[in-house]
């Protein structure tokens, strides 16, 4: 991540973040650098349904049609959160981290999604490991995959 916020604080890249199986982890881990008041506009963490439909304006029907842990509700907290905090790059998280099965979806589906002006990184990773690593994993992952996506060279 310190590449990450190097590059976005020597180039005045804005970027927030809507969180659900990751629980602001990623918010959290941001903040923790200095400096970042600059770049980072915020997160909404939207853990249940109704909360990614009523403050993270994911349209009920995306959730009904393909469930909150999906590609399309990770795109849809993307673009929203987005909208949401006027930033130049939103990160989204969903997915379930266990320990049990959700919406008949294993344990490790985990979909993201990279919002960068106006075009989308879609993401779906099945990983292994308890809750914990599974957050921290994910969480480096989109790291790595912002870095990439950026086109920052030499990491």
């Known amino acids: 991540m310190d590449d ?8 005045n890249i804005t970027i927030s973040s809507m969180e659900s199986l990751t629980g602001g982890l990623f918010a959290a881990l941001i903040t923790s650098y200095s400096g970042v008041s600059k770049i980072y506009s915020g997160s909404l963490v939207t853990y249940s349904d109704s909360v990614k439909m009523t403050l993270g304006h994911v349209d009920p029907t995306i959730i009904n049609k393909h469930g909150a842990i999906s590609l399309e509700t990770a795109q849809a907290m993307a673009e929203n959160c987005q909208k949401l905090f006027k930033s130049d790059i939103a990160v989204s998280f969903t997915g379930n981290a266990g320990p049990d099965a959700q919406e008949a979806k294993p344990v490790g589906l985990i979909y993201t999604c990279i919002y960068i002006y106006n075009r989308y990184y879609l993401y779906e990773d099945h990983l292994v490991g308890d809750r914990s690593s599974i957050r921290e994993t994910i969480i480096n992952k989109t790291c790595e995959r912002l870095v990439k996506n950026l086109g920052i060279m030499g990491i």
């Open 4 to 11: 990450l916020i190097a590059y976005l604080l020597n180039n």
